[in-house]
C-alpha cells in the first residue's frame, strides 16, 4: 500500500514539474507585473495625498498673503503653487483667490494672467467656468472687448451658461450692437429661472433697452453662447 502511494505521490510531483516546466516562467512573469503594478499603484496613491498635503500648506500661504493684502507675497506663493503643485485643485483655488486680491490692489495684468492660467489647464469644468467668467468680465474693463467675446464663445455648464449670456450681453452693448445685447440678455433671463435676484438684475438691463421679457419672446436658451 505504501509502495503504491509513493508511487501515485511520485507521479504527482512529476507531474507539478512537467506543468512548472511548461508554465512556471510565465506564472513568474504574471506575478511581477501584478505585484508590481499594485506596488506602483500604493506608490502613486501615496505621492498623490503627499501632493494635496504640501499644496494645502502653500494654499495656506495665498490666504494668508491675500488677507494681508500683501501683493509681493501672493504673487511669490502663487507661482510656487503653480511651479509645484500646478495639477491639483488648491492652485487653481489659489489663482482664483489671488486674483480678486491682485485686481483689488489694482494689478489688472497679474489677475488676468491668474485667471488665464485657470482657463487653460484646470480640469475641472466649474474652475474653468469661473475663471473664464471673471476673465471675461476683466478684459471687458480693460476695453478687449473681442477678447471679452473669445473667452465666452466656447460652451458653458448649465449652472453657468446663463451668467455667461448676460456677460455677453454686456460686451455686446458696449460694442454697439444693441440687438445681439438685447439677444443675449433674453437668453439669460430665461436660463437665470433658478437665480430670481440675478434675473431681476437682467430684467432691468432689458427694461434699460425698452423691453419687458414677461411679453417678449425669450431667445432660444441653448447650452452655448454663441
Known amino acids: 500500500m505504501a509502495k503504491a502511494l509513493d508511487l501515485e505521490e511520485q507521479e504527482q510531483l512529476d507531474q507539478i514539474k512537467h506543468f512548472w516546466k ?29 501632493q494635496a498635503a504640501k499644496a494645502a500648506v502653500l494654499f495656506d500661504e495665498v490666504e494668508r498673503a491675500v488677507t494681508a493684502g500683501d501683493v509681493v507675497r501672493v504673487e511669490r506663493s502663487l507661482a510656487d503653487m503653480k511651479d509645484k503643485f500646478g495639477g491639483t ?38 474652475y474653468r467656468d469661473i475663471a473664464r467668467l471673471r476673465l471675461s468680465a476683466l478684459l471687458l474693463d480693460a476695453g478687449s472687448n473681442d477678447e471679452a467675446l473669445a473667452q465666452l464663445s466656447a460652451p458653458f455648464t448649465p449652472a453657468m451658461v446663463g451668467l455667461a449670456a448676460d456677460l455677453r450681453g454686456d460686451v455686446m452693448l458696449v460694442k454697439g450692437q444693441k440687438s445681439e445685447a438685447v439677444s443675449a440678455y433674453q437668453s439669460a433671463w430665461q436660463l437665470l429661472s433658478d437665480s430670481p435676484d440675478y434675473r431681476r438684475l437682467v430684467q432691468a438691463k432689458l427694461n434699460a433697452l425698452g423691453l419687458d421679457p414677461e411679453t417678449a419672446s425669450p431667445a432660444t436658451a441653448t447650452g452655448s453662447i454663441k
Open 89 to 126: 485643485q488648491y492652485a487653481h483655488q489659489a489663482a482664483l483667490l489671488a486674483a480678486k486680491a491682485l485686481q483689488a490692489k489694482d494689478k489688472a495684468e497679474a489677475a488676468r494672467a491668474a485667471l488665464k492660467w485657470v482657463a487653460e489647464v484646470a480640469p475641472d469644468p466649474a
Open 22 to 50: 511548461k508554465y512556471g516562467n510565465l506564472i513568474s512573469w504574471v506575478l511581477i507585473v501584478v505585484l508590481g503594478s499594485y506596488a506602483a499603484w500604493n506608490g502613486y496613491q501615496y505621492w498623490q495625498r503627499d
